[in-house]
């Protein structure tokens, strides 16, 4: 068990829904990275956030965004799903917000679009 | 940004065998990472290895920063070490995004 929790472990929706995937840190991890796991695009860094405060954004579609609450967890919103949206999401967290710091992983939202 | 690369992309093992698992990088990284994904989908932590070697139990990692690769070794496979390998790296001027290579798919069999 790595301290990171996710929610909900599965999700079935319908295009065009929108839906909110939870994520809550390490305790004293300051720092929520997203990623998405599909079979065609691999593993993919979406975007991170340290201590409310967005950092760093990779391949996000402007339908997706997250952010970061004051008690640290953290949600990433999908909206207009498509098939292709259709992964596994899973949040990271670490201490820090640079390089240097371990990312530790959560169990994944398994997000079905039909 | 940076190009992370696995080899083999497939393996298959007898239980008991070695192996040893390659990741090479594009860029110079301050961060590297080795990960187990399960048949249930979690990726599990197996090393943080920037630099250096480091073991843990049957498991050992050894990460040649100056020449851009990394490599697993797994001794006296067991069947429950079946899963993908992915190795991930951070380049130093790109935060700490994690890019992840291909992975490896092992199966050990009994």
């Known amino acids: 068990d790595s301290g990171v929790t996710q929610t909900p472990k599965h999700l079935i929706t319908a295009t065009g829904q929108r839906v909110t995937l939870r994520c809550s840190p390490r305790s004293g991890d300051l720092s929520v990275y997203w990623y998405q796991q599909s079979l065609d695009q691999g593993l993919q860094f979406l975007i991170q956030y340290y201590n409310g405060e967005e950092r760093a954004k990779g391949n996000i579609l402007e339908r997706f965004s997250a952010q970061q609450f004051p008690d640290l967890h953290s949600e990433l919103n999908l909206s207009s799903l498509e098939l292709g949206d259709s992964a596994l999401y899973f949040c990271?967290?670490?201490?820090?917000?640079?390089?240097?710091?371990?990312?530790?992983f959560g169990p994944g939202t398994r997000l079905t679009v039909t | 940004g940076i190009q992370v690369e696995q080899s083999p992309p497939d393996l298959i093992l007898q239980e008991g065998a070695n192996s040893t698992l390659r990741c090479n990088f594009s860029d110079s990284v301050n961060n590297l990472q080795w990960f187990h994904q399960n048949p249930w989908g979690q990726l599990i932590n197996l090393f943080y290895?920037?630099?250096g070697t480091k073991q843990n139990g049957r498991l050992s990692a050894t990460t040649v920063a100056t020449e851009r690769y990394s490599l697993l070794y797994i001794s006296s496979s067991q069947t429950t070490d079946s899963g993908v390998y992915f190795c991930?790296?951070?380049?130093?001027?790109?935060?700490?995004?994690?890019?992840f290579g291909g992975g490896t798919r092992l199966m050990v069999k009994p």
């Open positions: 990271a967290s670490s201490r820090g917000q640079g390089a240097g710091y371990e990312q530790y």
């Open positions: 290895i920037p630099s």
């Open positions: 991930a790296a951070t380049s130093v001027d790109a935060g700490n995004m994690l890019t």
